[in-house]
């Protein structure tokens, strides 16, 4: 079992930036795929970005150019770099980290946290 916490969610103004932080438990971070999804109030769960154990990214393309995920293996934790941040981001963010064993694969969420974008 893998704990995942997010934190560093927030009110930020149009324009803003926020980092969000991904925690996860174990020493085994470095062979995890990770990535962050959000969800609107109404709306379904859906993807941000993903970042595989061997550092290949995927965002989806309303996030392009203003979002950045990264990873610090050391330190079990991974990262969502949020620039110019609208008000159309205004989500709860999750964070899942991916174990894959052979042909199955683990997934771990976190709680979310809320982005509100706002002026």
């Known amino acids: 079992q893998v704990q995942v916490v997010e934190s560093g969610g927030g009110l930020v103004q149009p324009g803003g930036s926020l980092r969000l932080s991904c925690a996860a438990s174990?020493?085994?971070?470095?062979?995890?795929?990770m990535g962050w999804y959000r969800q609107a109030p109404g709306k379904q769960r859906e993807l941000v970005a993903t970042?595989?154990?061997?550092?290949?990214?995927n965002y989806a393309d309303n996030v392009k150019g203003r979002f950045t995920i990264s990873r610090d293996n050391a330190k079990n934790t991974g990262y969502l770099q949020m620039n110019s941040l609208k008000p159309e981001d205004t989500a709860v963010y999750y964070c899942?980290?991916?174990?894959?064993?052979?042909?199955?694969?683990?997934?771990?969420w976190g709680q979310g946290t809320q982005v509100t974008v706002s002026s």
């Open positions: 899942n980290v991916r174990r894959t064993i052979g042909l199955v694969e683990y997934d771990y």
């Open positions: 174990g020493n085994l971070f470095s062979l995890y795929s």
């Open positions: 970042l595989n154990n061997r550092g290949s990214t």
